[in-house]
């Protein structure tokens, strides 16, 4: 689960993207034990992954690097392989080959008791939000503390009620409500309040503005990126949005049938090398030029 990037650190490294976009700077360089070597600001590195499910093979030797406090868009359309790319990334399932390194370890090696370790290095932000419709927001927004601390129910409880109220919202009227008496702007914001209860220094976002009308996609956006600024997360983004990528994002990294056609920074894809990424911009109908770039 990326970048426009200057290294931020100062120190030179080499990244192999297959046929990056001419932005790309950022390198991989093996060493001679056959490890990835990586640079301090390479909280992601995925290199020459590999998934297949049978005699299909789904991801076809992807290698993307995402800079921390950054934000990532993994855009493509259906059936370009994103979501297996995101199950590989939060430790939801394994390569087939290849590897994944998460804060310079590689995931891909892991036993599941370290791989649960790891996974709490996430906070996911479903499409819908995908809240429990049975239970009250105050506790959707424990269930992390409460399955992965020791925390008292009044310390969870303030912890929760000060996290919404961060996110914008009033705890002492949401927090008692019930999904479904939430509107969808709510909704979202709730779902990243959980997302951000154990602190993960990455947030990952599955298809964020599907569905949304354009107003409601450009303010969760904007919220993606005062997450950001505001905690000093990574952001990596699952989307089909052409719009949304080109406010948000310092990388895109653009997937067609399981393989990076083109990575670097959105506007990179308009003057990439590939053909297909072009016309993957054009095709969306978006006015890329008219957009209000969000990222900093």
Known sequence: MAPTKEDRSGAPHETVLPEPA????????????????????????????????????????ISI?????????????????????????????????????????DISRLGERDLNRVRKKFGMVYQY???????????????????????????????????????????????????????GGMRKRVGLARALMLEPPILVYDEPTSGLDPLTSRMVDDLI???????????LVISHDIASCFRIAHQAVLLINGRVEACGTPDALLSSDSQIARDFVRQSGVDVASLTRVSR
Do not use: Y
């Open 129 to 183: 939000a995908a809240l429990l419709d049975s239970i009250t927001v105050l506790e959707n927004v424990a269930f992390p503390l409460v399955e992965h601390t020791k925390l008292s129910k009044k310390e969870i409880r303030e912890r929760v009620m000060d996290k919404l109220e961060i996110l914008g919202l009033d705890p002492k009227v949401v927090s008692s409500k019930f999904p479904s008496e939430l509107s």
């Open 65 to 105: 690097v995402a800079h921390r406090k950054e934000t990532t868009v993994i855009i493509g359309g259906s059936g370009a392989g994103k979501t297996t790319l995101l199950r590989l990334i939060v430790a939801l399932d394994r390569p087939t080959s290849g590897q994944i390194l998460v804060e310079g370890e």
């Open 225 to 235: 990126e005062e997450m950001r600024e505001r905690f000093g997360v990574t952001s």
């Open 22 to 61: 001419p932005d790309s700077s950022k390198t991989l360089s093996l060493q001679p034990s056959g490890g990835v070597k990586v640079g301090e600001d390479d909280i992601v590195v995925l290199h020459e992954v590999k998934k297949s499910f049978g005699e299909q093979e789904v991801l076809k030797g």
